[in-house]
């Protein structure tokens, strides 16, 4: 079955630690990825994505994610948090094989930060 | 200027009652989406609209039924709602076909309660 891994739940960073949020999938084929931030109350935003080309990709916010298509791996990566990164964080492939753009998402990691 | 608008923000209502939440974007997409976050934040996706053509409908109860009036709007309408309806549901959109390399801009979410 088609399945997205986020294998850290819960994790808590001091402010100016450097993070990396796990993300794995379980299929092979065209994927694009994406990770997205959910704020405590709000909506989801996108933080970066990849399609193709440079698989170190930037995104907002200081945040940058690396694809490695052996390990099937997207992780998020912060070189120093800060408070304002608390948050749910999301990872999320669409297919190139899905009948349309269906987003389907890890479990989320849950980043709190200390000031 | 709200990209993606939902309304309303959030819904307490009883058991076996019918609700419908409304969702609107003005970015001029044309595909839309409906995704339910259950209470252990799992996102998952229910429908697609392309243009008020329905494209994916991901195993969701009959008495969840998605009404686009136009490619602007998409609504969600259920009936003789069940306790494990209480989730956040989000409304997305994305600007052509819903083509797996298009980005999803959410909305804020409606938080609904069954009781």
């Known amino acids: 079955a088609q399945s997205v891994s986020q294998h850290n739940h819960h994790v808590i960073l001091s402010e100016a630690a450097s993070l990396e949020l796990g993300c794995n999938y379980s299929?092979?084929?065209?994927?694009?990825l994406f990770w997205y931030v959910q704020y405590p109350g709000q909506h989801l935003q996108l933080l970066l994505k990849?399609?193709?080309?440079?698989?170190l990709v930037k995104g907002i916010k200081g945040f940058e994610a690396e694809f490695i298509k052996s390990k099937f791996s997207f992780n998020l990566r912060k070189p120093s948090v800060q408070w304002s990164d608390t948050a749910e964080y999301f990872c999320?492939?669409?297919?190139?094989?899905?009948?349309?753009?269906?987003?389907?998402f890890g479990g989320g990691t849950r980043l709190m930060v200390k000031p | 200027d709200t990209a993606v608008s939902q309304t309303p923000k959030y819904l307490v209502t009883q058991m076996g009652n019918d609700k419908s939440i409304k969702c609107e974007q003005n970015?001029?997409?044309?595909?839309m989406y409906w995704y339910k976050q259950d209470s252990k934040k799992f996102l998952k996706i229910m429908f697609s609209?392309?243009?008020?053509?329905?494209?994916i409908n991901e195993t969701v109860p009959n008495r969840f039924s998605p009404k686009s009036p136009d490619k602007a709007h998409l609504n969600l309408h259920i009936n003789s709602l069940e306790l494990g309806d209480s989730a956040v549901y989000f409304c997305?959109?994305?600007?052509?076909?819903?083509?797996?390399?298009?980005?999803?801009?959410f909305g804020p979410g409606t938080r609904l309660l069954v009781l």
């Open positions: 997305a959109s994305s600007p052509l076909r819903g083509g797996y390399q298009e980005t999803q801009y």
């Open positions: 299929y092979g084929g065209t994927v694009n």
């Open positions: 990849y399609f193709s080309g440079d698989p």
């Open positions: 999320a492939v669409t297919r190139s094989q899905n009948a349309g753009n269906m987003l389907t």
């Open positions: 970015l001029g997409h044309d595909t």
């Open positions: 609209y392309n243009n008020k053509e329905l494209i």
